[in-house]
């Protein structure tokens, strides 16, 4: 008993080794309090992982337990006792795969929303999303093209084939289409124009035949033009050829030339489009001009602005090969003008005198913006193909209509100072009786008080009526505004 007794009140003698350990515990319980809680942290992990309610060998709850159910073995409670859905431990490991999967996840989402570049929605079909077609693709080509052109006859609709002779050559995205349309009777001067252009074409060729299926002479007219597209190399190579077949007019009335100018613009396949006629011919090299200064231009171009290629014309005797009589330098198209042989061109303007500007144009060594414009006026453009103005299919032939809506909207007409064009035939169209004449004229007065008013309310609607876009639209419209719009286009004046 008394060993026993000495044993129990034996007194330790504290060694530095224990010193040490004393003060480190102390500081880590201290001094550090996050330790205490990172050992909580610990605790309720292995709680989780190494839960012992269910061992044999420790009292779970009972009486026992403390008040809250939870087991006491030795003197302490025997831990945390779960809900009975959780006690399985395949459960808890579920549980703990689920969460880190969605951290990692979240965190994967959430770096890439912060580090992704801005980027357009992609629209898609939201009926047979799985399929690969569209239901679109089930229309007839007489429906979708009487939508797409509204405002053209359904029956001249009936018979088109875009890109019916495809060109080999792929364009690059940037370059320049010249886009025209091509008669039966117009297929020389369109191989001299491909020859000269050497560049992208989107040509629509308006065809008048009876009934479908064709007589004998439009099949051998088609096969004559397939052979030539395969025999020439620069059509080969550049034209894409699109069909219109048209039947038959009641009396000779001009083609929906408009109508074939929304065609080819349509299936053209660069950004930019130059519009011309067969009977005129590209002097220079427009294509090379418009890549050298793309900077410039193309900014311009996407805008709405046009670049407008003067038209220069024969004045004296006809020249007997005028194509090859054509001059390639503005010396000598100055020279020309000045011994009285070639003059500059614009259509409803007396030679030399039009908008845009011959004293002007002479002496320029950089680009000038037509400033006496005339809803008449019809140059030769180059235009965006999607940021212009189409032509109305109300007109069967009305350049001047293709480019007014354009200039209302605020587009400026930029003159080219060294490239033009040369006008070297006069084009073969129906003479319209003074009864017609007049119709047309009216019918052109009536499209221009129209397109005032709705250009003038869709710049208002905007909040761009009191901008420089909407100064065309206030000089151009002047009268019909005061007449129309007095208290609708805002303010008075």
């Known amino acids: 008993m008394s060993n026993g007794h000495a044993n129990h009140h034996h007194h330790h003698t504290p060694t530095p080794e224990d010193d040490s350990k004393t003060r480190r515990h102390f ?16 605790k309720m992990m292995r709680a989780w992982w190494l839960d012992s309610t269910n061992s044999h060998l420790l009292p779970s709850g009972g009486s026992g337990g ?22 399985p431990r395949w459960v808890r490991v579920v549980i703990t795969a689920y969460v880190i999967f969605s951290a990692v996840l979240s965190a994967i989402h959430l770096f890439q929303w912060a580090f992704r570049s801005p980027r357009h929605r992609q629209l898609t079909r939201t009926y047979d999303s799985d399929e690969e077609y569209s239901l679109i693709m089930d229309m007839t080509p007489a429906h979708k093209f009487n939508k797409l052109f509204a405002k053209s006859l359904p029956e001249t609709l009936e018979n088109v084939q875009p890109y019916w ?11 320049v289409s010249l886009i025209t349309y091509v008669t039966e009777d117009q297929l020389d001067e369109f191989v001299t124009l491909a020859e000269r252009w050497q560049g992208p074409i989107s040509a629509t060729l308006h065809l008048v035949s009876t009934s479908n299926p064709f007589p004998s002479e439009t099949n051998s007219l088609l096969f004559r033009l ?28 001009s083609l929906a030339h408009n109508l074939d100018r929304n065609l080819a613009r349509l299936f053209a396949r660069t950004e930019f489009i130059l519009f011309t006629t067969p009977d005129v011919v590209p002097a220079t090299d427009i294509r090379q001009t418009i890549r050298t200064h793309s900077k410039a231009f193309h900014s311009r171009l996407r805008q709405g602005d046009l670049f407008v290629l003067p038209t220069f014309v024969y004045t004296a005797d006809p020249v007997a090969d005028q194509r090859a009589a054509i001059p390639t330098a503005k010396t000598t198209i100055v020279d020309l003008v ?15 005198t039009g908008p845009t500007c011959y004293e002007q144009w002479k002496d320029a060594e950089s680009v000038y913006p037509v400033e006496e414009y005339e809803f008449h006026y019809e140059p030769v453009v180059v235009a965006s193909r999607d940021g212009s103005f189409w032509c109305p299919e ?26 033009y ?35 003038a309310r869709q710049l208002d609607s905007l909040g761009l009526w009191d901008t420089p876009r ?24």
């Open 394 to 419: 109300r007109f069967m032939e009305n350049k001047a209509a293709c480019l007014y809506g354009t200039y209302l909207s605020g587009g400026e007409f930029w003159v080219l100072p060294d490239d």
């Open 470 to 493: 909407a100064k065309h639209a206030k000089v151009q419209c002047a009268r019909v505004l005061q007449n129309w719009g007095r208290g609708l286009i805002g303010g008075t004046d």
């Open 421 to 455: 064009v040369v006008k070297v035939s006069e084009a073969k169209e129906p003479e319209l009786s003074n009864f017609e004449s007049t119709i047309a004229n009216r019918m052109y007065n009536k499209f221009h008080w129209e397109l005032c008013m709705h250009f």
């Open 165 to 175: 002779l495809r060109a080999e050559t792929k364009p690059l995205s940037d370059d």
């Open 27 to 42: 500081f880590s319980s201290r001094a550090y309090p996050g330790s205490s809680r990172l050992s909580k942290l610990r």
């Open 226 to 253: 397939r052979s030539l597209h395969a025999s020439n190399p620069m059509l080969k190579r550049h034209a894409d050829i699109h069909l219109i077949i048209t039947p038959p007019p009641p009396r000779a009335v």
């Open 66 to 87: 403390d008040k809250k159910g939870n087991g006491v073995a030795f003197g302490g409670p025997a831990g945390y006792h779960y809900p009975r859905l959780l006690r």
């Open 338 to 352: 000045a011994g009285g042989q070639m003059g500059l061109w614009d259509s409803h303007w007396k030679i030399n």
